[in-house]
């Protein structure tokens, strides 16, 4: 017996499917085969945007007729979506098909929800919020040589537009003990990037130990590993954890800050808890400490009420943040939210212009940005073979993609390459040698 996890949304979500992998395997599941040939699929679905959600009932909608021909096959569906208020009866109702529903505090269950399925018609599980902080599954990881680690779930933080505390709960921090025995032993397998991931990793605690204090203590960790943390709230990054990341070298001089708008009044009504000035202060205090030190940001255009001055406000701090690139989305509408009752909505027109003159902007950036490379030696930790291109790939530290040849495998190993040609955020280069 095989499965198939069909993963939407962001880091959090492609590691919970890990976990999710690791349940399957404890229970028999033996590998991951394409979805046709799966005995279970489970979709891990987002709903932090109207398309991501779109894409799920689309996907989930076109098993209806495997489901008829294929006897015994599971489908189950969990996530964000699966979470949100009123949405399983909407699942529900179009999918009859659908055997399990389970919420996102529910993956440590998934186990004995599948157990249930042989005996119930359909079997729905989800808690308000989590009961406990550790999950207890075991990740069977698919992104080696780099690995995520889960610092803290949820969020308090109630941006206006963000659904993400309804569906994700309150804020728990993981205890750090249980932390670091889980990079040590990552450390161990011969993993050579650490992701800490949180909604907002700055306001991890756990007794005295705060994110910088952690953010430390991972670092000290022994062994030849690159360190990186996400997501930063501006209103809590601090000089303390600028300290931090100067003082250690495994620690990547790259800092994903979402600014969300350049307009102090839009990110008022977004309750976003600082304005373009102390959000430009934050980038300045990085840059005074580690100059080279890149930032990658999210941006939202065409929040309810923005006017044609207040987006170019956003224009203009992609130039004086100077970010490395930045994920750019039109905003939309999640019910349940506060910005969802707020008057003034923009229309798709007004929309769509706005998101193609931001994209050509931040593109302006790393075009810039990337073309400084050609010529330099950089080092990447090699992390696939892409088949299309023929060439294998890694990250330099800063974040930028680093494609090269090689007659030997060196996926895991750090190359030295020297880049030749500049292309986007990709560098295309020879490799000289591996450490
Ligand atoms: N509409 C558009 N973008 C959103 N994001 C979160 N909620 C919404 C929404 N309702 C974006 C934010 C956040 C990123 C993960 O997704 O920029 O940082
Ligand atoms: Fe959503 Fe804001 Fe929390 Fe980020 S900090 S998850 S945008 S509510």
Redesign the pocket.
């Known amino acids: 017996m095989n499965y198939h996890i069909v993963t939407y949304g ?1 880091q959090m979500n492609l590691h919970e499917s890990e976990k999710i992998a690791g349940i399957l395997r404890s229970v028999g599941y033996e590998k991951e085969v394409p979805l046709e040939e799966a005995d279970i699929i489970v979709f891990n679905t987002c709903c ?2 109207e398309n991501a959600e779109n894409h799920a009932f689309g996907n989930i909608g076109a098993l209806k007729k495997l489901k008829r021909q294929k006897k015994g096959l599971i489908i189950a569906v969990g996530g964000c979506m699966a979470q949100e208020p009123g949405k399983v009866k909407v699942l529900q109702e179009k999918f009859p098909f659908i055997d399990i529903i389970f919420g996102t505090h529910n993956l440590a269950e998934l186990a004995s929800l599948i157990e249930r399925k042989k005996s119930e018609k359909r079997v729905v599980s989800l808690y308000e919020d989590r009961r406990e902080t550790e999950d207890g599954a075991q990740p069977c990881r698919t992104s080696y040589p780099n690995a995520w680690v889960n610092i803290t779930y949820g969020c308090n933080n109630f ?1 206006t ?4 505390p309804y569906v994700r709960g309150r804020e728990k921090s993981r205890s750090a003990a249980v932390i670091l025995d889980e990079v040590r032993g990552l450390v161990k397998e011969g993993y050579k990037e650490i992701t800490l991931l949180g909604q907002n990793v700055n306001s991890y605690r756990d007794g005295d130990v705060d994110f910088p204090a952690l953010l430390e203590m991972v670092a000290s960790v022994e062994g030849n590993f690159r360190l990186r943390f996400m ?1 930063s709230h501006p209103k809590d990054f601090s000089a303390r954890l600028v300290a931090v990341m100067k003082k250690h070298d495994k620690i990547l001089n790259l800092l994903h800050l ?1 600014a ?1 708008s350049g307009s102090t009044r839009i990110l008022r009504l977004m309750n976003r808890r600082y304005t373009r000035e102390e959000y430009l202060e934050k980038v300045a205090l990085l840059k005074r400490e580690i100059p080279e030190a890149e930032i990658t940001t ?3 255009v065409a929040f309810p009420t923005e006017t044609e001055e207040e987006f170019e406000e956003t224009l203009s701090l992609v130039k004086e943040a100077d970010f490395a690139s930045a ?1 750019t ?6 019910t349940g ?1 506060e ?1 969802a009752k707020m008057e003034g909505r923009i229309s798709d027109e007004v929309a769509k212009d706005r998101i193609t003159r931001l994209v050509a902007c931040v593109n302006e950036n790393t075009r810039r940005k990337s073309e400084k490379y050609v010529g330099r030696e950089i080092e990447v930790l090699c992390e696939d073979f892409d088949e299309k291109r023929g060439l294998y790939l890694g990250r330099e530290p800063l974040g930028r993609m680093g494609y090269f040849s090689s007659d030997t495998n060196c996926i895991g190993e750090f190359v030295r390459m020297k880049v030749t040609r500049a292309n986007g955020v990709s560098l295309y280069g020879d490799k000289i040698e591996t450490r």
């Open positions: 962001c932090i945007r941006c537009y963000c659904i993400v997501t979402p969300q999210d941006l939202i994920f989305f039109i905003y939309s509408p999640r939210t910005a």
